[in-house]
């Protein structure tokens, strides 16, 4: 697989501060929250490819949710709230993405991976050839993670 690199011109200060200070965004607020297109997300600071729409769902939340990604995350232990949450980070340019937390769909496996919109940018299915994504094709037609 290629390794990508964190490049941070162009964000916005929100995406700047979701990604590089772990921010959070305001729920209800990103583009990506209620949107249903075919395609994958892809780290907005590097463009790895971190989730495909086939495991997205509304969750309610306020963020877009999805029962897993398609390619490997970090995780830690985050502590900066009241409560305990699993931290979850895209694997080369350790872009603070959101969090995941047990309480999804039994049905897709039970996790739900709760994501900033900020941290992501969204590659069509129709462009992902030209964009350099055609291997990860296979994750929105069959909805199946590695």
């Known amino acids: ?35 249903y ?20 769902f509304d969750a309610g939340c306020g963020w877009p949710s999805f029962s897993e990604p398609i390619a490997k995350l970090k995780e830690s232990r985050d502590t900066r709230l009241s409560r305990e949450r699993t931290e979850v980070r895209s694997e080369d340019a350790n872009s603070h993405l959101g969090h995941v937390f047990n309480d999804g769909p039994k049905e897709l496996g039970g996790l739900r991976y709760c994501i900033n919109s900020a941290a992501l940018k969204f590659i069509p299915y129709e462009e992902m050839d030209a964009d350099g994504y055609s291997d990860y094709k296979k994750y929105v037609e069959e909805g199946d993670a590695e």
Do not use: H
């Open 37 to 56: 297109k075919k395609g994958i997300y892809v780290d907005i600071a590097s463009g790895e490819p971190l989730f495909s729409s086939a495991k997205k």
């Open 1 to 35: 697989m290629a390794e990508y690199k964190k490049n941070l011109e162009g964000l916005s200060d929100i995406q700047r501060s979701v990604t590089q200070e772990a921010d959070t965004e305001r729920p209800f607020s990103g583009k990506y929250d209620n949107f």
